[in-house]
């Protein structure tokens, strides 16, 4: 069965999000002591950073014509080989797929997938999505390119970051409050900078690379771009232990800001230790709905959690 697109379009975006979701990164000046052997350790938890994808369009490809798309998928994991499902579409990842296939990956090779698309009329431009079936954080990525080539950002998947990262600080559509300055029409070579160097009352996002601050400028460009609020990962593939994937869901949920050397609150989420000791005031906000800030988690999500502290936190 070839996947679903929605499906397709949300595992995309979930992974651009987990990908800017990593902790914001020590700083030099006030790094602690006893945090550093976890902060390594958080460090080594990117399923999302698994898969690299990229796209290339032959030359003269047009609306109404066919074209040759390549997809270039890399494993930079470490260890293991990889079934990755790729999907091609017209515009953007939440369109209907022209392409649809699965290839086998091995730790630090890459595939090339190639397609040939019909390319519909009134398009002007082609995504391409990679990602890991059943992986408890899908790892993958998503690109999109002009027909002629050339890359475009991407601002649906901006907008999910923006509401998982910055949207409670600096308000739903950029306007600002009184966390944070109003920032609509900030463009992406100022957000690359103040993510990567952070400021005062704001934390640095090592996740957020060039591409991601082009993405989140064009949403912030135009914030009525519904952003995709992409669902973490599937509860039903996790068992209730950390192993068994409440790590992911923490990742994809909470670590972006409850980790690293100054986690919010001081409520630490980004590795198990903490996790088991935060995980009473953690439920709590869960069920509560007052975390995480975007809003509340589904109810088979906090399920998870809730199985998880009742068998013990294993
Ligand atoms: C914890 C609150 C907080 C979060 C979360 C946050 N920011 Fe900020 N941000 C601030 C504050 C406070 C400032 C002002 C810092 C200063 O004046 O030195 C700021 C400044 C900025 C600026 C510079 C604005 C200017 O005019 O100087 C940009 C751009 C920005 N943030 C983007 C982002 C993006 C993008 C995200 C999400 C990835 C984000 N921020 C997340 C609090 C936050
Ligand atoms: C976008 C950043 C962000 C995310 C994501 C986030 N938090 Fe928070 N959290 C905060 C901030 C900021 C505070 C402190 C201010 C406040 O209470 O609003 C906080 C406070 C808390 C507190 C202590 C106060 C309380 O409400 O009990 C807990 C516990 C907590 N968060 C748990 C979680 C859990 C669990 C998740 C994931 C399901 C999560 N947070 C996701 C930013 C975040």
């Avoid at 499906?7 to 990593?22: E, F, I, M, T």
């Avoid at 700083?27 to 990117?46: G, K, L, P, S, W």
Wanted: charged letters at 25%.
């Amino acid at each position: 069965m070839p996947p679903v697109p929605s499906r397709a379009a949300l595992v995309a975006l979930s992974a651009s999000l987990a990908a800017a979701g990593l902790a914001p990164s020590l700083r030099a000046d006030d790094d602690r002591d006893d945090d550093r052997d976890e902060d390594r350790a958080a460090r080594t938890v990117r399923p999302s950073r698994d898969l690299r994808v990229d796209i290339a369009v032959s030359p003269g490809a047009t609306a109404g014509g066919t074209a040759t798309v390549d997809v270039i998928v890399r494993n930079v994991g470490r260890r293991t080989e990889r079934d990755v499902q790729v999907v091609v579409c017209a515009g953007d990842l939440s369109s209907e797929p022209l392409f649809t296939s699965a290839t086998s990956v091995p730790p630090k090779q890459t595939r090339t997938v190639r397609a040939k698309v019909a390319v519909p009329a009134g398009a002007t431009a082609l995504a391409a999505g990679a990602w890991l079936p059943g992986d408890g954080m899908p790892g993958s990525n998503y690109v999109r390119v002009s027909l002629s080539g050339s890359r475009l950002a991407y601002p649906a998947a901006g907008g999910a970051t923006w509401a998982a990262q910055c949207a409670s600080c600096h308000g739903a559509q950029g306007e600002g409050s009184s966390k944070g300055p109003r920032v609509r029409g900030e463009d992406a070579d100022e957000i690359a900078e103040v993510v990567r160097k952070g400021e005062d009352g704001m934390p640095r996002f090592v996740g957020i690379d060039a591409a991601g601050a082009r993405d989140l400028a064009a949403w912030l460009a135009d914030p009525s771009v519904p952003p995709v609020t992409p669902p973490g990962p599937d509860p039903g593939d996790i068992a209730p232990t950390w192993d068994g994937g409440v790590r992911d869901l923490f990742a994809a949920h909470c670590a972006s800001c409850h980790g690293g050397a100054r986690p919010s609150a001081r409520v630490g989420l980004d590795t198990k230790s903490r996790a088991r000791k935060d995980a009473q005031s953690a439920l709590s906000a869960i069920e509560a709905g007052s975390m995480p800030p975007a809003g509340p988690l589904p109810a088979e999500t906090v399920a998870v959690f809730e199985a998880w502290v009742a068998g013990g936190r294993k």
